[in-house]
């Protein structure tokens, strides 16, 4: 049996997705009385809220000015882009080497749902649970702090995208993550690092895409390869 929710955590998750989707977007000013009165709450569960979004980097505060969500930049991005590959790579060869056969099995069924997601809802569902195959991987084998990184990593990447609507993302293949899920689940680290450093689109891409700009990527990321998402 699920605890009931707090008005805090009510409060955060409605604005969380908020800002993720673009329905709040970048530079918006979030206003404690305007939220309480939205939401039917009182001042401590907005602020509260308020403050542990500010600890994910989606809110900023500034004196006499107040919150505000943040407007993330071309290279904030290829930064979060890179810093999950790097630790994407680092939880696959680690839950190779780690992961109990409980926890595979359970990265098999995620798979599954995945594949459901894909065939049979829409595009919010696939990506909760796209987000959530990866934390899987990441939270069974990294520390708590870590964890906490790739989720406001995956926050940013959705928030980003999410600032340009008129980009066409066509709908993932069910079998998406078919391979990675078999080197996951089986003996070669080495192959699974790889196979989840190159699940991630190449930071080309994007600014193929005009998601990101040319001149944010490093040098030595600019090769181009025939990646995933």
């Given at each position: 049996?699920?605890?009931?929710m707090?008005?805090?955590e009510?409060?955060?998750n409605?604005l969380?997705?908020?800002?993720?989707?673009g329905?709040?977007p970048?530079?918006?000013?979030?206003?404690?009385?305007e939220?309480?009165?939205?939401?039917?709450?009182?001042?401590?569960?907005?602020?509260e809220?308020l403050?542990?979004?500010?600890?994910?980097g989606l809110?900023?505060?500034?004196?006499?000015?107040?919150s505000?969500?943040?407007e993330?930049?071309?290279?904030?991005?290829?930064?979060?882009?890179?810093?999950?590959?790097?630790?994407?790579?680092?939880?696959?060869?680690l839950?190779?080497?780690?992961a109990?056969?409980?926890?595979?099995?359970?990265?098999?069924?995620?798979?599954?749902r995945f594949?459901?997601?894909?065939?049979n809802?829409?595009?919010t569902?696939?990506?909760?649970?796209?987000?959530?195959?990866?934390?899987?991987?990441?939270s069974?084998?990294?520390?708590?702090?870590?964890?906490?990184?790739?989720?406001?990593i995956?926050?940013?990447?959705?928030?980003?995208r999410n600032?340009?609507p008129?980009?066409?993302?066509p709908?993932?293949?069910?079998?998406?993550?078919?391979?990675?899920?078999?080197?996951?689940?089986?003996?070669d680290?080495?192959?699974?690092?790889?196979?989840?450093?190159?699940?991630?689109?190449?930071?080309?891409?994007?600014?193929?895409?005009?998601?990101?700009?040319?001149a944010?990527?490093p040098?030595?990321?600019?090769v181009?390869?025939?990646?995933?998402?």
């Open positions: 049996m699920s605890l009931p707090s008005n805090a009510y409060v955060y409605h969380r997705s908020k800002i993720i989707s329905d709040l970048p530079r918006e000013k979030v206003v404690i009385r939220w309480c009165r939205k939401l039917s709450v009182s001042n401590g569960p907005v602020i809220a403050r542990r979004l500010e600890q994910e809110i900023v505060s500034r004196p006499n000015v107040g505000e969500v943040v993330w930049t071309s290279k904030d991005v290829v930064h979060a882009y890179m810093t999950r590959r790097s630790i994407d790579s680092l939880a696959a060869r839950f190779v080497d780690y109990t056969d409980e926890q595979r099995e359970e990265l098999r069924q995620l798979n599954e594949h459901h997601a894909i065939l809802e829409g595009p569902e696939w990506r909760e649970t796209d987000t959530g195959y990866h934390m899987f991987v990441t069974t084998v990294m520390p708590l702090p870590i964890c906490r990184t790739m989720e406001t995956y926050a940013i990447s959705l928030m980003y600032t340009f008129g980009i066409f993302r709908t993932p293949d069910p079998g998406l993550h078919d391979e990675l899920t078999i080197l996951l689940t089986g003996n680290a080495e192959a699974a690092g790889n196979a989840a450093y190159h699940h991630t689109k190449e930071l080309t891409v994007l600014a193929e895409e005009g998601i990101i700009q040319e944010d990527i040098p030595f990321m600019r181009k390869k025939a990646d995933t998402i």
